[in-house]
C-alpha cells in the first residue's frame, strides 16, 4: 500500500478531525473571552464597592473641614 493510497483512505477521516480540532479552538477562544470579560466585571464591581466609602470619605472630611473654617470664622467675628 502507498502513501497515496492511505491518504486516499484516511482523507475524510484527517480532514474531520483538522475540523473537529478547529472547532474545538474556536470553542476554547471563546470561552477564554468570555472568562476575561467575566472577571472584568468582577473586578469593575469590587472596585466601585471600594470606592463609594473613599468618595463618601472625602465628601465627609470637606464637609468637616468646611465646618472648621466657619466656626473659625465665627469666633474671629466674635472676638473683634
Known amino acids: 500500500m502507498s502513501l497515496r493510497t492511505t491518504w486516499v483512505c ?6 474531520s478531525t ?3 480540532l478547529a ?8 470561552r477564554s473571552g468570555l472568562c ?4 472584568r466585571r468582577e473586578i469593575d464591581s469590587v472596585r466601585d464597592k471600594l470606592a463609594r466609602p ?9 464637609a468637616a473641614l468646611l465646618a472648621r473654617l466657619a466656626l473659625m470664622a ?5 472676638r473683634s
Open 10 to 15: 484516511c482523507g475524510p477521516a484527517v480532514s
Open 18 to 20: 483538522l475540523e473537529n
Open 23 to 30: 472547532l474545538r479552538k474556536q470553542l476554547l477562544v471563546a
Open 36 to 39: 476575561r470579560l467575566r472577571i
Open 54 to 62: 473613599a468618595r463618601i470619605m472625602a465628601y465627609a472630611s470637606s
Open 74 to 78: 465665627i469666633k474671629l467675628v466674635r
